[in-house]
């Protein structure tokens, strides 16, 4: 069974710190990685995507990517209390086959 | 931007009763597909399209019935309505990349929360 992990949280920071947020898989397969961020309610929204090892930064989000650990991660610089929500972690291992992990419950406290 | 539209934000149906739900995109992507969210179990794949008419079952197909019979409509059916049907029910849109290239990329639709009682 492939498998996407995240610790569910809830993780609390403070405003204006680094969030950190991980997820692992398993598929070593797997070809491309995304971060969505959804609030309570609401659907899916995407954040980020990655496809190479390192680091790709986007504005006050940066995603790391490590395939022969198999992890990718999520920092949120100058944390602010409306990226209060719930983060998942998706991986796409090709032929329309997407694996999300539950999500980590982040907690920006002002 | 990818638009995504669901019929209905809030659907409360009785137990028996078939249910359809209603997915439009805005654009001529090819695949389509209908996760149901439950706490605790992430996204669960029900089906996906990856053309007119065309479908393939995801995880969990049990219970429900698809059709899609023009390219940007994608239907999700129930065929008869339990109560452990009650979800949120989201509609994600893989839009084509440059030229002929997909990219990996799923946009959502605003969701369908869905109680069956």
């Known amino acids: 069974q492939k498998e996407v992990e995240q610790n569910s949280g809830p993780l609390s920071v403070p405003e204006g710190a680094i969030a950190s947020l991980n997820c692992t898989y398993s598929d070593r397969g797997s070809q491309s990685f995304f971060w969505y961020r959804q609030y309570s309610g609401k659907s899916p929204e995407l954040i980020m995507s990655?496809?190479?090892?390192g680091d790709k930064e986007d504005g006050r989000f940066t995603a790391q990517l490590n395939k022969a650990s198999q992890y990718v991660s999520l920092l949120i610089r100058d944390s602010q209390p409306s990226d209060s929500a719930t983060y998942l972690c998706?991986?796409?291992?090709?032929?329309?086959?997407?694996?999300f992990g539950t999500g980590t419950r982040l907690k920006v406290l002002a | 931007d990818v638009k995504v539209t669901q019929s209905s934000r809030y659907l409360v149906k009785r137990t028996g009763e078939k249910v359809f739900l209603e997915c439009v995109q805005d654009?001529?992507?090819?695949?389509m597909f209908w996760y149901r969210q439950d706490p605790g179990l992430g996204l669960r794949l029900i089906y996906f399209s990856y053309d007119v008419k065309m479908k393939e079952k995801g995880d969990i197909p049990e219970g429900y019935s698809v059709s899609r019979e023009k390219k940007e409509r994608f239907s999700l059916i129930l065929e008869s309505a339990s109560t452990n049907q009650t979800s949120m029910y989201l509609c994600a849109v893989q839009p084509l990349g440059d030229g002929a290239r997909k990219t990996d990329t799923q946009y959502f639709g605003p969701g369908t929360r869905l109680t069956v009682l």
């Open positions: 654009m001529d992507h090819e695949n």
């Open positions: 990655i496809y190479s090892n």
């Open positions: 998706a991986v796409y291992s090709g032929t329309y086959k997407y694996i």
